[in-house]
Every structure is written in C-alpha cells, then in structure tokens.
C-alpha cells in the first residue's frame, strides 16, 4: 500500500516505520502524503490502541526534509509546504485522539525533529542526534519546530539549539526535557512498546481526553482549564468511567471498551 512507510502491529500498538533508508528516511512529499493517510487510518482503526512512530536501520529517525523538493520555491510555494505539512501531519498527530511515540533511532533533523516534537512523547537511542540545522540554508523551522521546541526546553534553549543549527546528543536532549527516555539502540523499540502497553491499559476515551487538555494549555488563545474541567466532565458520561470506579471498588482490574 505505501511506498515509503512499512506498517507493523503488536498486539493494538502499530509501527509506522519510515522506510527511505538511502536518503536517511529523509521526508519528501509523497511520505508526508503516506504520513498523513497511515495515520489517519490509524486514528480511525478501533483495533489501534497507540502509534510508535520511528525510521528505518540504525542511523536515522529522519534526517530532515528532501530540500531538492523546495529548493527553487518562493515565499507563496513555501506557506503553503509549511502549511500543507503542518496541517496533514505535524498537527494531526498532536492533536490524535490516540497517543504517538516516536522511538528516535538515530538522527532526527530538521524536519525529523519536528516530527518527534508532534508526537506525544519521545524515546531516544542513545546514538540519537536531534536538531534544527534550517537556519545554515537560510530558513527557519517551518514544522512547528519554533513552537513545540520551546514548549518543551524553553524559549532561550530553543534559540540556543536553532540559532546555532548545532546538534544535541540524545542524553543532552534528556537533560533539558527534549527526550523523555535514552536507552541502547537494541532496547528502544521494547522501551517505546513498554511504556505504550502501560498506557494501553488505561481507558481509551479518558487518555484522548488528557491529550486535548494537555495541548489546550500550549494553544494560543485556548483556556487550558476550562478544557480540562469540560473533558473532565465528558468523562462521567462514559461506560469507561463506571467500569473503573466499579472495578476500583471491586479490587479488580477494569475492562475498557472506549464507550
């Protein structure tokens, strides 16, 4: 079905593996259009619990974007590839109704980068080079880098990190909050499918709830509390919710069923 994307399962988890290990699983068009569809398919497949999202071999997350795709653009072509990206990708995986892990397997540039920053938590391998290197062609982050980096690490580290267009090994990117996790190239995938079957346990229905409030405190213009208190709220009305207070009460372990 895809060209530039394998797609495996475990049990409700699936990898969205980016398969482009020649341009270093680099993100051209027709894989942000792949992108886009595997995950929207996934968003909407009621077997799907969560995503690991993650590049193919030991070398690359995604080393960037294919600049020879924009490299004769003009301002109209470049909002609208920013735009267009943003849009289709980058915000639909933030704002899923199911969790996304990226697990970083090596380098995660520019657009790579951005891509981990979309995702609602990020596990690097400890050969993992993470940065936003736009500024040495003369452009800026244009994926979201600007914003969801500086959520993450703060505004100066942000400009410090996209300033430079330096680099930051994946146990630095763990010291300033970029990474949630650093473990050996071997361990990342069972450490990614790990910390997702954790999730997986809990009610499906609630963890989208906490998604939407999280992202409401970062949205310009939102009332992240009152998100909070209205999915709060939703959440009496579910199946879910009685099933948890009951098995709670019942020293049981719940059944949940997303209802």
């Known amino acids: 079905m895809f060209q530039n994307l394998l797609i495996d399962y475990n049990g409700r988890i699936q990898?969205?593996?980016?398969?482009?290990?020649?341009?270093?699983?680099?993100?051209?068009?027709?894989?942000?259009a792949e992108l886009h569809t595997a995950i929207y398919d996934a968003f909407h497949n009621d077997r799907v619990g969560g995503i690991i999202i993650t590049g193919a071999g030991e070398k690359a997350f995604v080393a960037g974007a294919d600049i020879s795709e924009f490299a004769s653009f003009d301002s109209i072509k470049g909002e609208q590839l920013a735009r267009n990206g943003q849009?289709?990708?980058?915000?639909?995986?933030?704002n899923g109704n199911k969790p996304v892990i990226a697990?970083?397997?090596g380098f995660a540039?520019?657009?790579?980068?951005?891509l981990a920053l979309a995702c609602h938590i990020r596990i690097a391998s400890e050969n993992a080079k993470m940065g936003l290197p736009e500024v040495g062609l003369g452009l800026i982050p244009g994926y979201g880098g600007t914003q969801r980096l500086a959520q993450l690490v703060g505004k100066g580290k942000a400009l410090e990190i996209i300033?430079?267009?330096d680099m930051v090994t994946a146990h630095e990117a763990l010291q300033i909050g970029l990474v949630n996790h650093v473990v050996s190239q071997q361990d990342l995938l069972a450490r990614a499918e790990e910390i997702m079957s954790r999730i997986l346990?809990?009610?499906p229905l609630a963890i989208e709830a906490a998604i939407t409030a999280v992202n409401a405190s970062m949205q310009t213009g939102a009332d992240g509390y009152e998100t909070e208190i209205e999915n709060f709220a939703k959440c009496f009305n579910t199946d879910d919710f009685k099933e948890g207070v009951t098995a709670f009460l019942e020293k049981r372990k719940p059944h949940f069923k997303a209802e």
Request: charged fraction near 15%; proline fraction near 0%; avoid cysteine.
């Open 15 to 32: 990898h969205i593996i980016i398969n482009r290990q020649s341009k270093l699983n680099a993100l051209n068009k027709a894989t942000l």
């Open 87 to 94: 849009n289709l990708v980058f915000n639909q995986i933030e």
């Open 103 to 105: 697990a970083i397997n």
């Open 109 to 114: 540039l520019g657009g790579g980068l951005e």
């Open 163 to 165: 300033l430079t267009a």
């Open 201 to 203: 346990l809990r009610a």
